[in-house]
């Protein structure tokens, strides 16, 4: 085959499969790497010791009880809307929507919360809310998914645009909503707490943290145990089988995204309702574009998904502390987490394929039939 | 009226012409086949090496009227184009040669570049000690904005033509000869191929990575080039930390609109930058209330998700994106 030429020093090639151990420690050795050039980094940046930082950032998670449950609320949240988009992402559909959805939910909330937060009893204004919010997300991922399915019109594009009309509405609605014209809506209803959600054992976020463990339980059952998660794995690998063994793919694409747009619904819900008792256009605060680092790091796998959602909330709680103790500026979070990104990325390569190289006996370039 | 309008325009413009080296560099990028979602990123990374390039210089200066406009211009400009090569290349030694997924590599960017603006922004103003949070590169500024002298002298023609600074008029050269680039040599035409059919095109002989690296990394640096004049010229000097806002994005969104033609940005850059402004000023009839502004800030990205659905609906060839837009390719896979 090689003629004159001569064997080329490495080549690569895709392995077939690879034990779950081996991968697992190709990625824990991608993490010690970006770490050590997180060391690195931060040394020659700031000049502070790199082991300060490391202790910083884990005590910006587990320093104290109230900053542990800052930590949980945090995971719960980011679960939630990786737990959104990980049955659009299995099927293939790129959706980077998540932001405009979990806002488009919480604007529901809020929206219900200020029109009707004293013209129904509570139980019945907080279904109201629920309904609300899961509708109008479900409404607005079903919109890209409408076109997807009908004209194959490029959803990543389609998902990130329909991102930016959500927070001018947002935007909007908080200037129509503010009588003192600042643009800004208070907390909602603080006299009253209408709407608020309840808070269970004097623990403020357990509610968020117990909800969305069921549904970690129920889109895990869903994808892994029943019909819908079947087809629309098969979609995500092959449409052309897919049709050929009679999904109806556009029904399939539409469907899972409606149920995409329901789970941001409940995450704005949740942030609405639960926690912050208001809405900005800072509700989602980015969550729907980590999302998608968090669901495609763990592989789709909503089990796995605690793990990344952690990893990348303990992130994010360690660069606050790290901005609060060194008076450096928070955005070296930011960097951090990229660098540590940027190795995970990196290191699939090394599990989905294998580098060979040039065994001594090929050097010559013998040629082989 | 006319100078009313004449003024509108300029300013339309100035708003646009980041836009247009963002959509530009996208365009390049996304033509190879590369799904580059970190151009927001690497504008900022773009905007704040200039920043830094340009804040240590005026620093070495015995006093602001020493400064030599040459290298008032070039050294921000350098730093500017280093800082968005170094984010190219980790976008495409991530996806290219590591095959990894694209747009998880190009949000993880945009993360990563916003945080390097605003930390190192965040750093200089501690350094520069000043009481509010920016950074004023007056002098430099100016010497950016150095525009025709004659400009002011020709009226409404001068403005709206003739009154802009020379990033300005380097952008629209840039997105013409892209343009020109693209649909008539032979460069162009292979990389419209890689960016269609990387199979066919490895067949044919076309080195598939080199045209990858190559737009990609060219059009990081013609990207970063918008984050440079933004600072230096629209905002005149002055660096915030989050200023930039979400322009990267509205760069993502013009390439679509323009339907992956560079030399039709020039005209809907301005278009763009002209909508995002009629919001700021009060030309659209709001009837008192402020929130209907928020609802124009809206129409680019509305107008970008139109012409998404109509290209799709009438699918016509020439209008589609790039087919292997997104994938990665791997030979051993064809």
Known sequence: MNGSGHTPLFHISKRSALPWYLSWAIRLAAIVLALIVCALVTTLLTGVSPLGVYATIIQGSFGTVRKFWVLLQELAILLCVSLAVTPAFKMRFWNIGGEGQVLIGGLATAACMFYFGDKMPNALLILVMIVASIVAAAIWA???????????????????????????????FCNVWDRKGSGIVGIINPRTQAGWFPVIAGKEYLLNVLIVAVLTVAVYTYLRYTKHGYELSVVGESERT???????????????????????????????????????????????????????LAKFNPIFMVLTSFLLAFLSRGSSQIAQNFGLNHSFGDILTGIILFFIIGSEFFINYRISFRSAGEKEGSSHA | MLDTLAFYISRAVQQGIPLLFGSTGETLTEKSGNLNLGIPGIMYVGGICGVIGAFFYERSLASPADINTFLAVFIPMVCSLAGSLFMGLIYCFLTVSLRANQNV?????????????????????????????????????????????????????GTVFLSYSFLAYLAVLISLVAGILLRRSRVGLHLRA??????????????????????????????????????????????????????????????????????????????????????????????????????????????????????????????????ALGLSYFREER
């Open chain 1, 142 to 172: 079903a919109i890209p998914a409408f076109f997807k399915a009908k004209w194959n019109t490029n959803e990543t594009l389609f998902t990130l645009m329909m991102n930016y009309v959500a927070i001018q509405l947002v935007s909007y």
């Open chain 1, 242 to 296: 897919a049709r050929y063994v009679g999904i109806k793919v556009e029904k399939v694409i539409l469907r899972t995204m409606i149920l995409s747009g329901a789970l941001c619904g409940v995450a704005g819900l949740l942030l609405v309702g639960g926690t912050d008792h208001t809405i900005s256009t800072t509700t989602a605060g980015g969550r729907g574009f980590t999302a998608v680092m968090v669901s495609w």
């Open chain 2, 105 to 157: 590599t190009g949000l993880a960017l945009t993360t990563f570049g916003v945080g390097v603006g605003n930390f190192f922004g965040g750093y200089l103003i501690k350094i520069g000690g000043s009481s509010v949070a920016s950074i004023a590169l007056s002098a430099t500024s100016a010497c950016f904005r150095k525009s025709l002298p004659f400009a002011s002298k020709l009226g409404a023609f």
């Open chain 2, 194 to 323: 890689v960016g269609e059919n990387p199979g066919t095109a490895d067949a044919a002989g076309i080195n598939i990575s080199k045209y990858k690296y190559m737009a990609t990394c060219i059009g990081s640096m013609i990207a970063g080039l918008g984050g440079l004049y933004y600072v230096m010229d629209y905002a005149s000097g002055v660096w915030s930390n989050d200023a930039f806002g979400d322009r990267g994005w509205l760069a993502i969104a013009l390439v679509i609109f323009t339907i992956w033609r560079p030399d039709t940005g020039v005209l809907a850059s301005i278009l763009y930058g002209g909508l995002y402004i009629l919001s700021i000023n009060n030309i659209l009839p709001t009837g008192g209330a402020g929130a209907v502004k928020e609802l124009y800030k809206m129409l680019p990205y509305v107008m970008t998700i139109v012409v998404l659905v109509l290209t799709s609906v009438r699918n016509k060839k020439e209008n589609q994106p790039p087919a």
